[in-house]
C-alpha cells in the first residue's frame, strides 16, 4: 500500500536530496549534538533573540498571558494583546491597519488566495518563497514569474498580459530568502504605479534587521508609504512565532473576511503575541550597532568567497555559496559540519535544480573571525570532490 512512497524516498535518497529531523539542543549561537558544539550559521535568530536566555527572563517577569487561544482569532482567539500588537504595526508603518497570522507561511498562503481569483493576474519574482507560490496556486488566479530581479522582464510581461485580467498584483520579498539579494522597491513602486497593479512586499528576512527602526527594507529604501501591502515575520529577526501584514484598512477587512488559514486555524497563544510586542518595542530599538555588525560581517565574508573564486550572491546577512550539484552540497555539509559550523545544503525544491547550495546565515553575535574557515573548507572540499 505504502510501495510508491517507499519508492520516492528511496529516490530522494539516490539524488541526495532526503531530508531528516533532528534533535538539537541550542544555546546562544552554538548548536549541540552528540555532546559535540557547533557554531549555528544555520538559523535565522539574525540578531540572536530566540537564543538569549536574558531577554526571556525579562519578559517572563511581566508576562501574565495564557499558553493557549483555545480558537480562531474570529472566535475567541482574538484578544486585546494582538489588538495592541496591530495598533503598535500600523502605526510604526504609518498605516491604516494589521493583521497578524499564525506564520509567514499561514500569511502569504492566505492573502495571496484571498486577495486573487480566476479573473485576476499575478506577476510574480521568479524566486518568490513557496508559500507566495502556494497561495496563488490555490487562488486559481494567472501567474507570470518574470526573472528574479529583472524589472524590464516585468514590465514586458506587464504590457503584455495587463489589460487582460481584473486585479493585477505585484509580489516580491524584499531580502531574498535563499540568495541574499535585494529588491529594487522604488521600481516596483514606478510599474505598479503604471499599470494598476497592487504592491506586495514580504519582508520576512528584512523585518527587525533593515531600516532605522529594524522596519525592514521598506523603510531602508523610503518608501513604505508606496507599498500596498507589507508582510514581516516575527520568526525569524525577532526571535518569536508569527507574522503580520499591514496597509490599506480596505484590504485588511477583505483579508478578516476572506483569508482561510486566518479563519480557520487556532490563534497562536498571548504570550508569543505579547514577547513579539516586547521584542520589537524593548529589544529592537537597541540593536542599530548589532544590525551594523552583521552587514560589516557579511561584506568581509563575500570579499573572502570571491577572492577564492567562490560563487555568491546577493548583498545582505544571507551569503549563499552556490555550488550546483545536491552531492557536492551535502559533502561539503558534512566537512564543515566536521569542522564544527552547522551549516546544512540548500537544495531543490527549496532552490533550482543544480543551484544546490550552503546558505551562510549570519548572526549579529557571531564575529568575522569565527567563520573565517569556513569558505577555506568549501574551497578545499569542491578541490578535493
Ligand atoms: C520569504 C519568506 N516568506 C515567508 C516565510 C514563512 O515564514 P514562517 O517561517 O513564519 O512561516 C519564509 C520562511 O522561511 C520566507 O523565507
Do not use: W
Request: charged share 25%; with cysteine; proline share 2%.
Amino acid at each position: 500500500m505504502f510501495e510508491r512512497y517507499k519508492k520516492e524516498l528511496q529516490e530522494l535518497k539516490q539524488n541526495f536530496c532526503d531530508r531528516k529531523l533532528i534533535s538539537l539542543k541550542k544555546a546562544g549561537k552554538y548548536i549541540f549534538e552528540d555532546n559535540k558544539k557547533y557554531l549555528n550559521l544555520s538559523s535565522n535568530d539574525y540578531l540572536g533573540i530566540a537564543e538569549d536566555r536574558k531577554i526571556l527572563k525579562n519578559f517572563l517577569k511581566i508576562a501574565d498571558f495564557s499558553m493557549g487561544s483555545a480558537s480562531s482569532r474570529l472566535l475567541t482567539g482574538s484578544s486585546y494583546v494582538y489588538a495592541k500588537l496591530e495598533c503598535l504595526l500600523a502605526a510604526l508603518y504609518r498605516k491604516e491597519k494589521a493583521l497578524i497570522f499564525n506564520s509567514g507561511y499561514h500569511a502569504n498562503a492566505g492573502i495571496m488566495s484571498a486577495l486573487l481569483t480566476k479573473k485576476d493576474a499575478v506577476f510574480c519574482d521568479k524566486l518568490n518563497h513557496a508559500s507566495i507560490l502556494d497561495g496563488i496556486k490555490l487562488s486559481g488566479a494567472a501567474m507570470f514569474r518574470y526573472k528574479h530581479l529583472d524589472y524590464e522582464h516585468l514590465e514586458e510581461l506587464l504590457q503584455k498580459n495587463r489589460n487582460d485580467y481584473e486585479t493585477a498584483i505585484i509580489v516580491t520579498e524584499s531580502v531574498f530568502s535563499m540568495d541574499g539579494d535585494i529588491a529594487d522597491l522604488n521600481r516596483l513602486i514606478e510599474l505598479k504605479n503604471k499599470y494598476g497593479a497592487i504592491l506586495i512586499v514580504d519582508e520576512a528576512h528584512a523585518f527587525g534587521v533593515y531600516g532605522n527602526r529594524g522596519l525592514g527594507i521598506a523603510e531602508e529604501q523610503n518608501c513604505i508609504h508606496d507599498i500596498d501591502l507589507i508582510v514581516g515575520t516575527f520568526g525569524k529577526a525577532i526571535g518569536s512565532m508569527g507574522a503580520f501584514c499591514t496597509g490599506h484598512e480596505v484590504l485588511v477587512n477583505y483579508l478578516i473576511n476572506k483569508c482561510r488559514p486566518l479563519i480557520f486555524s487556532t490563534a497562536i497563544p498571548e504570550i508569543n503575541i505579547a514577547f513579539s510586542y516586547y521584542v520589537i518595542t524593548e529589544v529592537i530599538p537597541n540593536l542599530k550597532h548589532e544590525r551594523k555588525e552583521l552587514i560589516k560581517t557579511s561584506v568581509r565574508l563575500r570579499e573572502k568567497l570571491s577572492a577564492l573564486n567562490l560563487q555568491t550572491t546577493g548583498c545582505s546577512h544571507i551569503v549563499p555559496v552556490i555550488l550546483g550539484e545536491n552531492q557536492t552540497a551535502v559533502n561539503v555539509s558534512k566537512e564543515l559540519i566536521n569542522n564544527g559550523y552547522y551549516l546544512l545544503p540548500v537544495r531543490h525544491p527549496t532552490v533550482a535544480p543544480n543551484s544546490a547550495r550552503i546558505r551562510i546565515s549570519l548572526r549579529a553575535d557571531i564575529k568575522y573571525d569565527e567563520l573565517d574557515a569556513v569558505p577555506d573548507i568549501i574551497k578545499a572540499t569542491i578541490t578535493n570532490c
